[in-house]
C-alpha cells in the first residue's frame, strides 16, 4: 500500500497551497491521518490531524493558516494551506496510522512519499 501525496510547488509568501494525498488502496481501521513536515536539518513535525470521527488538531505554528480536512475511512486527506511563509517551506508528508483492536492494538504506520512546499519571493 502506498500513499501518494501531492500538490507542493513554490508560491509567493501569503499565497496559498492545497495539498491532496490518498492510499493506493484501501485500508480499513484507520485511525487517524495526518500532515508532516521536516525542513533541511530539522526534525520531522506533526502539522496537522484528522481522526476517524473527524476531530482535528494543528500545530501552533499553523493555526488559523492551515485546514485538514478528508476522509479517514476513504483513506484521503487535504491539507489547505493559506498565507503561507517562508518558514513553512520543508518537504511535506502524510501519515496514515492503522490500529488493530483485534490485534490487541498494534498499530502501523503508512508514509506518502513527500511533496516538496517552498514559499520564496
Known amino acids: 500500500v502506498q500513499l501518494q501525496a501531492s500538490g507542493g510547488g513554490l508560491v509567493q509568501p501569503g499565497g496559498f497551497l492545497r495539498l491532496s494525498c490518498a492510499a493506493s488502496?484501501?485500508?480499513?481501521?484507520?485511525?487517524?491521518m495526518n500532515w508532516y513536515r521536516q525542513a533541511p536539518g530539522k526534525q520531522r513535525d506533526v502539522v496537522a490531524s484528522?481522526?476517524?470521527?473527524?476531530?482535528?488538531n494543528y500545530a501552533d505554528s499553523v493555526k488559523g493558516r492551515f485546514t485538514i480536512s478528508g476522509d479517514v475511512a476513504k483513506n484521503t486527506v487535504y491539507l489547505q494551506m493559506d498565507s503561507l511563509k517562508p518558514e513553512d517551506t520543508a518537504v511535506y508528508y502524510c501519515?496514515?496510522?492503522?490500529?488493530?483492536?483485534?490485534?490487541?492494538?498494534?498499530?502501523?504506520?503508512?508514509w506518502g512519499q513527500g511533496t516538496q512546499v517552498t514559499v520564496s519571493s
Open positions: 501519515n496514515l496510522v492503522r490500529v488493530r483492536q483485534d490485534y490487541g492494538g498494534i498499530r502501523y504506520d503508512y
Open positions: 488502496r484501501s485500508i480499513n481501521s484507520v485511525s487517524a
Open positions: 484528522i481522526n476517524s470521527v473527524g476531530n482535528t
